[in-house]
């Protein structure tokens, strides 16, 4: 079953407000096997808005829309659903209930405005808003749905989940939808593509499956998506895509789904009981940042030193004043002298290092912005890697930060 | 002048990546009297993307596109827009020597799906890429325009800051609209609307003023929005509520429109040639973060230390164990000692540190999760103050690393 999703703001329109809950909306149709189709956007203008009700209700066997539900002035979507079903408004009682129950809660006597919150388009199935004094509403016409649902997202979320959601799981949609998502970094979209070869050779043309790629800083991600009748198809389709594309690009994949690099790395350490120090320079704490994002990293990280100075590299980080004369601040000598140097000092398994150039200015022909080295040591060796990343100052510290969590996972694992 | 947006990805329609582009680009042709009316979304489907194509330019004197421009077989909007508009495929050759370029500092050979990323719509008007691959481009047809840009966010803000809105700033849209943005922090939405008072005191209506609060985990932010003939006009009427809004609440206002909270403490601390190091704990990195993302915060920003066990606390930053022992690692105690241990040990005039309790474990009756000690030192005072944030981890660190820039703007410039 198709589905259009209309959400209705100004704030939308002037960019104020990022639209988070077109896409919690259309995740959780999908889920449900109701596959959005498109997404449109109107302001708070009833010609705007009737003629976007037209098209979805004409194109679509679900429609779902958000937004102008309100009490004041400038919330017009009722009556817009009240002018296209051509019908009028009347008093839901378990609605006014509600209302009620809320003020009483802050100790408060709901005005008219708020009680004129529990009218609803005659001849709608009401959806109760436990969260919020505006009830949500349904029509149905001939196996076909228009939602409308409040704009504020949890009282939208609490509709989802709680109504909408079941509703559509006990309807036989006759597809159902899954997805899977290959996180993969350090090798370029185009690269990739090559590696993989002819989509064909994953699966064929109306089987069902599709892959999509889709880079950004971290790497580039790789969306495997199965239709099938049944969920158990549906995930047999996506588990034969994922093997014959590990089979091909596995080196690359650190992880799936909604999984950080971060989260994996610390994984890893945590299970082999290892300790981590960090010596950032270009990066300028970014890698302990993503560290220490993840709950219970204080259990295998120890510190992280930002050396941003020349001072700071020799002082903390026991870095020879004769490296920086000799090689340079951006140099593999710097980068290997600075694992090592906070490693030993820490008294960790293992130190971690990023010194580079990154922007926009402190650029050179021989040493560019955007080149990094990114050092590694632990009691056995230590090395480092040269990078040259692409883009803007703070993208150059993500890559370089994604690059410096990717060596550590693959050289702890010992993958070539 | 009206827009319509449209934003292709199956990714968007299954809600796996929110919609953030939408919203710069409608934000920022706002700014330039371009006034989105209507945002559309579609998957990456021919028939799909031709029909949004045609009902935006029917509709409206601007379209812009983004998203599908990429080099893989699921990025066909390129081809799209060759049968939009009844073109082929020719090549730039400036879109080719900027491929190159990016590949010779990668030191990499292009690829034949690389160098076909400058292969553009004949008759179009090309949009460079400094920041991608994939160039973007434009159509005018008797004074409409339909844009095209990469869907990769920074790549289609390079193009939208440096060409789109220059383009649009040349020419009259007749009514002109001018934000500005007030940024505060250290005080909830409530509090900063009850000490504001009523609207109608700041701007009579119908004045084409408006006033809006946008509150995230950085603070709230006061937009003034105003529409006027003349740009003149348009400046005047911000300054007038701007003086306003700063006499009520000036306070609480570090910074205004697109300027971070890093930025502003770093020229600080540069026009007063101060230095600062940060001992940081329960932030992990994120202040140091912040302000390594800010460029020539070389000049300042001596060093930063992740001291995250607490024997780097007692080594790196001298701490005494008798403070953990006493008073605990998250205490005023521990706050101060390591601020100004940071800052004796860096030699830097001002010592900056956190500690505290992100969660979502550790935390007590006594000491909650969200308590935050943020410590302050320079040669002639060291305190620390103590914070309660709500929310999960990442939006403690967030809160955290805000409260701490703050407290070094105003102790700096001696607010009270």
């Known amino acids: 079953m198709n589905a259009e999703i209309i959400t209705i703001g100004d704030e939308l329109l002037i960019g104020q407000v990022v639209n988070t809950n077109q896409a919690y909306i259309a995740e959780r149709l999908n889920t449900a096997g109701v596959f959005a189709d498109r997404m449109t956007t109107v302001g708070d203008a009833e010609g705007k808005i009737l003629s976007a009700f037209a098209e979805a209700w004409e194109r679509s066997g679900v429609v779902a829309v958000t937004g102008g539900l309100g009490p004041t002035h400038d919330d017009i979507t009722r009556a817009c659903v009240c002018k296209f079903f051509g019908t009028d408004l009347v008093l839901d009682p378990q609605a006014l209930e509600n209302v009620r129950r809320i003020f009483l809660r802050r100790n408060q006597e709901p005005k008219k405005i708020n009680e004129e919150q529990a009218l609803v388009p005659r001849g709608c199935k009401v959806i109760q808003n436990r969260l919020g004094t505006a009830p949500g509403y349904f029509f149905e016409r001939s196996g076909r749905f228009f939602f409308v649902m409040p704009g504020v997202p ?34 370029a979209e185009s690269f990739l593509a090559e590696r993989i070869g002819d989509v064909g050779s994953l699966f064929s043309a109306g089987s069902g499956v599709s892959l999509a790629f889709l880079p950004n800083s971290a790497g580039v991600r790789l969306r495997i998506t199965a239709r099938a009748p049944k969920i158990s198809e549906a995930e047999n389709l996506i588990r034969d895509v994922e093997k014959k594309i590990r089979d091909k690009a596995e080196r690359y994949i650190y992880g799936a ?68 004369e000799q090689y340079g601040a951006v140099s593999k000598e710097a980068a290997e002298a600075m694992a090592s140097g906070v490693r030993i000092k820490s008294k960790s398994d293992i130190g971690l290092s990023t010194t580079g150039i990154a922007g926009p200015g402190g650029g050179t022909a021989e040493k560019p912005v955007g080149l990094v080295w990114i050092g590694y040591s632990d009691r056995e060796k230590t090395f480092a890697q040269k990078f040259i990343f692409n883009g803007q100052r703070r993208i150059i510290k993500e890559r370089a930060a994604q690059a410096a969590l990717e060596l550590l996972r693959r050289t702890i694992l010992k993958l070539e």
Chains 1, 2 share one sequence.
């Open 154 to 187: 949890y009282e939208m979320k609490g509709m989802m989940d709680n109504f909408i959601i079941p509703f559509f799981e006990k309807i036989d949609t006759g597809l159902v939808i899954r997805h899977r998502t290959l996180k993969t970094t350090g090798i």
């Open 257 to 324: 789904d909604e999984t950080e690099l971060e989260e994996i790395a610390g994984n890893i350490l945590a299970s082999k009981k290892l300790t981590l120090a960090v010596a950032e320079s270009c990066t300028g704490g970014l890698i302990a940042d993503r560290i220490t994002n993840v709950p219970g990293s204080s259990g295998y990280f120890e510190r992280g030193i930002v050396a941003y100075s020349n001072a700071s590299k020799i002082h903390e980080l026991e870095v020879p004043s004769s490296v920086f």
